[in-house]
């Protein structure tokens, strides 16, 4: 117990540059004051005593903002940063040097008994105000990004964005895990593909709209519109259709694309 919690001040000196004293991290860290009353409920859960754990850790979210069930395995050189409003359910297992912000939970889902909480390997990011839910394996080195929901199994070495979180491989890339900066935007990229996508298709229809117009215009001039790009097998069809069906058709497609283009 006494070389986690060394582990769990050590970890603390490391990651936040804001950390400038012994005494400073003992008495204004909630997070490390959290996992140190954590460590003495879990040792006496152990022992199957039927009050006191759940009352030490009542005692604890009071004081801290900290909500950790005595019976939650936590490893050595767990940091969490700023820790109000953190919630780690009874079978939720944490991994060691796991990182984990405020307002993150580690919850369960359903009433079922036995293991219903996830399980957090090494090296763990997990953002503010994520949601990890269910009896769910979240794998080594993975960074969950804030604020997203996580349902699933995540593969090791993965970033976890949006709701419902998804799984964006950085393959190759190591990222400090605290630049939040780094974690990729997938909605923003999907809207950005999506609008080029629209800009593309409406460059074809004003395109294709042009086409008809001169098609048309060249119609009434009594020219056909058959020009080099056109095959044997284009010119067979409009030869075999008719200058009729042609026109009426034509006409038609060009009243459409405008209405279109009103719109």
Known sequence: MFRSLRSDFSIIKERDPAARGFWEIIFCYPG??????????????????????????????????????????????????????????????????CLLYQGVTLGGTGKESGKRHPTLEANVVVGAGAKVLGAILVGTNTRIGAGSVVVKDVQANSTVVGIPGRIVHQSGVKINPLAHS?????????????????????????GLQDLVESFQINRKKGKRLIGESQSLRDKEIIEFIGNDF?????ENLSTNLKSEQER
């Not at 780094?182 to 950005?192: G, S």
């Open 182 to 206: 780094a974690l990729p935007d997938t909605e923003a990229n999907v809207l950005r593909n999506l609008m080029e996508r629209i800009d593309q298709l409406e460059n074809d229809i004003l």
């Open 246 to 250: 042609l026109d009426e058709n034509s």
């Open 32 to 97: 490390f004051q959290a996992l140190s009353i954590h460590r003495v409920s879990h040792k006496l859960w152990k022992y199957n005593l039927p009050l006191l754990p759940r009352l030490l850790s009542h005692i604890s979210r009071v004081f801290t903002g900290v909500e950790i069930h005595p019976g939650a395995k936590i490893g050595k050189g767990v940091f969490i940063d700023h820790g109000m409003g953190v919630v780690i359910g009874e079978t939720s297992e944490i991994g060691d040097r």
